[in-house]
C-alpha cells in the first residue's frame, strides 16, 4: 500500500525567505507525484505534479519540487515566499501507469508567512 | 468553465440524523471521487465514479455511507445515521477520461465541513 509522510505540520517563514516543505513516501511500484495547495475556504488547487521524465518540476507561483527516487521524496521549494502564500499544503501519490488511481495524501503541512 | 461545486458548504446535525451531501462534477467529467478529511488528519479517499457505476469503493468507512450518482452527472453521498467520528470535511473531486493510460488531472471542489454533535 501507498503512505506519504509530511513530517511538519506547521512551518512558519518570513516574507521573503525561502521555503521547504518535506514529503516522503512509501510506494512498491512507480508512482505519480502531487502538490496541491489550499487556500482558506477554498478547494484544492495542484500545484505541480511530477509524471516521469525531468526530476525536476516547476508549479504555479514560484514553486519547484525535486523527485528523488533513491530517497523516495519529493520536496516543495520556493526561493521567496510572500504573505499570499500562507495556505496548507498536501503532498499526494498516486499509482503510475494509469490515470484512474485514487489520491493518497499526507497529513498537510500549513505555510505560515509572516512580514 | 464552471468548477466542481459542493453543497452544503457546511452542516451542523445531532448524532442520529441524517445528511445527504451533494457533488456537481465539471461538466463532461465522467470521473468523480469522494475524499474525507477527519480533522487533523490526512485526506483519506472514499470512492470513484465512472459515469454512474462505482470503480472504487474501497474506501468506504462502514455502510451507514452511501453514495450514488444517478444518470452519471452530480453525486449525492448519504450519511444515515450520522456519528460523532464522521466530523470533518469532505470533497469532492472530478476529472476527464483521456483513456486509462493517460494522466487524468483531478479538480476539487471547496469542500462540505459536516459537524456531528
Known amino acids: 500500500a501507498q503512505s506519504v509522510t509530511q513530517l511538519d505540520s506547521q512551518v512558519p517563514v518570513f516574507e521573503e525567505a525561502p521555503v521547504e516543505l518535506r514529503c516522503n513516501y512509501s510506494?512498491?511500484?512507480?508512482?505519480?507525484l502531487f502538490w496541491y495547495v489550499q487556500y482558506p475556504n477554498q478547494g484544492l488547487q495542484l500545484l505541480l505534479k511530477?509524471?516521469?521524465?525531468?526530476?525536476l518540476v516547476k508549479g504555479i507561483n514560484g514553486f519547484e519540487a525535486e523527485f528523488n527516487k533513491s530517497q523516495t521524496s519529493f520536496h516543495l521549494r520556493k526561493p521567496s515566499v510572500h504573505i499570499s502564500d500562507t495556505a496548507e499544503y498536501f503532498c499526494?501519490?498516486?499509482?503510475?501507469?494509469?490515470?484512474?488511481?485514487?489520491?493518497?495524501f499526507g497529513t498537510g503541512t500549513r505555510l505560515l508567512v509572516s512580514p | 468553465e464552471a468548477g466542481v461545486t459542493q453543497f452544503p458548504s457546511h452542516s451542523v446535525i445531532e448524532k442520529g440524523q441524517t445528511v445527504t451531501l451533494r457533488c456537481d462534477p465539471i461538466s463532461g467529467h465522467d470521473n468523480l471521487y469522494w475524499y474525507r478529511r477527519v480533522m487533523g488528519k490526512e485526506i483519506k479517499f472514499l470512492l470513484h465514479f465512472v459515469k454512474e457505476s462505482k470503480q472504487d469503493e474501497s474506501g468506504m468507512p462502514n455502510n451507514r455511507f452511501l453514495a450514488e450518482r444517478t444518470g452519471g452527472t452530480y453525486s449525492t453521498l448519504k450519511v444515515q445515521p450520522a456519528e460523532l467520528e464522521d466530523s470533518g470535511v469532505y470533497f469532492c473531486?472530478?476529472?476527464?477520461?483521456?483513456?486509462?493510460?493517460?494522466?487524468?488531472?483531478?479538480?476539487f471542489g471547496p469542500g462540505t465541513r459536516l459537524t456531528v454533535l
Open positions: 510506494s512498491s511500484v512507480s508512482v505519480y
Open positions: 473531486a472530478s476529472s476527464q477520461d483521456r483513456g486509462l493510460w493517460s494522466y487524468n488531472e483531478q479538480f
Open positions: 499526494a501519490v498516486s499509482e503510475g501507469n494509469t490515470g484512474f488511481q485514487k489520491l493518497v
Open positions: 511530477y509524471l516521469s521524465g525531468s526530476t
